[in-house]
């Protein structure tokens, strides 16, 4: 009880000890916050679990039983602490890396490796203080014949059923180490367009437009093309493409497309074009071409640019805009508003009985 006492002792101690050094410290008490709000609680039961376990006998078989479970115990507390030790070194590294600021691409590269790297850590820690639970006991430690013959279909069970597994955890690294995905790159899957909101070593998850959530296996990023707006830079090049008839005035279409494209403070001030790229038999085609930010900024700029263009059109010049045209009739019999011809009488007499 000394032990567990003296223990308990300086577990609370070093809180306080914590404690006051964040307040008196500047540069370091971030630092010292995390490591009391993550650490404090593994860190006491640390120490009164190892207090707990150096005082206990080992004179009888009920002794070193409870002494084994305790070592145990001692095992899962001690990869407790590693695991948020490695989250308080995380939260530390994103302080410098904010994703809050216009060119953030580099920062969100580095936060999604580390994010990646501490996964797999943890998974790491976790399946080594597993290990060690394993090894404390004596048959596990011999590998005997009978835990052979016991694990071996259950071993070739798990290793077909983590194969899909496996292959997704490789991905994610692939995805993470090779700068092919980050957090909050925009990003068209599935014909869908969103942003990443998560990225695991398994899946990823894509926030949509419309707030819905794609999730989708890492593997489906490394074998599937997808559209990635953000790769290099935020920036795009967003299009607005009229169909309108060929008497449409383009000059002046030009002038009013600069115009909505100047006035707007979605563009960025760098690319903005207005050409005819294109023909049918029954129109020309022009397309408006104005880069932004974004994404979303440039979504909305096609948006204002398209919406503002056909008022202008509506107004200024109605005969740029196409019409849906009915083929002449053939007789003035016929009716010419999108029915059938319709006979002026029975073409035959209707049949009767007798």
């Not at 003296?6 to 008196?24: F, H, I, K, M």
């Not at 009164?48 to 206990?56: D, E, M, R």
């Not at 403070?265 to 023909?279: G, Y």
Request: glycine share 6%; charged share 20%.
């Amino acid at each position: 009880m000394a032990w567990t006492a003296g223990a308990l002792a300086a577990g609370w101690l070093s809180g306080v000890l914590v404690r006051w050094l964040a307040r008196r410290r500047g540069g370091d008490r971030r630092l010292l916050w995390l490591l009391h709000q993550r650490c404090h609680r593994p860190w006491v039961a640390l120490l009164v679990v190892g207090a707990l376990y150096t005082s206990a006998p080992a004179h009888n078989e009920v002794a070193r039983g409870v002494r084994h479970v305790l070592l145990l115990v001692l095992i899962g507390v001690a990869a407790w602490l590693v695991v948020r030790l490695l989250y308080v070194m995380e939260d530390i590294a994103f302080q410098s890396l904010r994703v809050d600021v216009s060119d953030n691409r580099r920062n969100r590269k580095v936060r999604t490796q580390i994010t990646v790297l501490r996964r797999l850590t943890t998974a790491g820690v976790i399946m080594l203080a597993f290990s060690a639970m394993l090894m404390t006991f004596e048959s596990l430690r011999t590998f005997g014949l009978s835990l052979l013959a016991s694990a071996g279909v259950a071993g070739a069970v798990a290793g077909l059923a983590a194969q899909t597994m496996l292959r997704n955890v490789l991905a994610g690294l692939q995805l993470a180490m090779t700068d092919q995905l980050r957090l909050d790159d925009v990003v068209v899957v599935e014909g869908e367009w969103g942003w990443v909101e998560e990225l695991t070593l398994t899946r990823v998850v894509v926030r949509l437009w419309d707030w819905r959530r794609l999730v989708l296996p890492t593997v489906y990023f490394t074998n599937t093309p997808f559209q990635n707006w953000t790769r290099n830079e935020a920036r795009v090049l967003g299009a607005v493409v009229l169909h309108l008839d060929y008497g449409a005035p383009v000059q002046e279409l030009r002038a009013e497309a600069h115009r909505i494209v100047e006035a707007s403070p979605l563009w960025d001030r760098r690319d903005w074009v207005l050409q005819v790229v294109d023909s049918t038999p029954w129109s020309m085609v022009v397309r408006v071409l104005a880069s932004a930010a974004d994404g979303p900024s440039s979504w909305d700029l096609r948006c204002e640019i398209r919406e503002q263009l056909i008022a202008f059109l509506r107004t200024e010049h109605p005969e740029a805009l196409l019409r849906c045209r009915t083929p002449a009739a053939s007789s003035p019999e016929e009716l010419t508003i999108g029915t059938a011809p319709v006979p002026s009488k029975p073409t035959r007499p209707l049949a009767t009985s007798e």
